[in-house]
Nanobody
């Protein structure tokens, strides 16, 4: 049974930082690309950042230079370091792996 459990969200002022974590179980984590997605109210879910098994990364343009995705295969955990947060980053953040999704963690950035 695949489980993805996100944590680390919260309320932060603009310019602040948060670090999200996604703990995976029930799947060979190291073999898979894994990504962070977000969904704001009334909007579609979008890919924020992705890291492949090789370690290569992709970032949505609006988060480049502010967000850093990383993975620890030994801990089967995905991370997203978010710096210089903006109100437009407010959303529910999800990790996605091989078609599976976590329950999400809310990030709210106040202006």
């Amino acid at each position: 049974q695949v489980q993805l459990v996100e944590s680390g969200g919260g309320l932060v002022q603009a310019g602040g930082s948060l670090r999200l974590s996604c703990a995976a179980s029930g799947i060979i984590f190291s073999d898979n690309a894994v990504g962070w997605y977000r969904q704001a109210p009334g909007k579609e879910r979008e890919l924020v950042a992705r890291i492949r098994s090789s370690g290569s990364t992709y970032y949505k343009d609006s988060v480049k230079g502010r967000f850093t995705i990383s993975r620890d295969n030994a801990k089967t955990t995905l991370y997203l370091q978010m710096n210089s947060l903006k109100p437009e980053d407010t959303a529910m953040y999800y990790c996605g792996l091989a078609g599976y999704w976590g329950q999400g963690t809310q990030v709210t950035v106040s202006s």
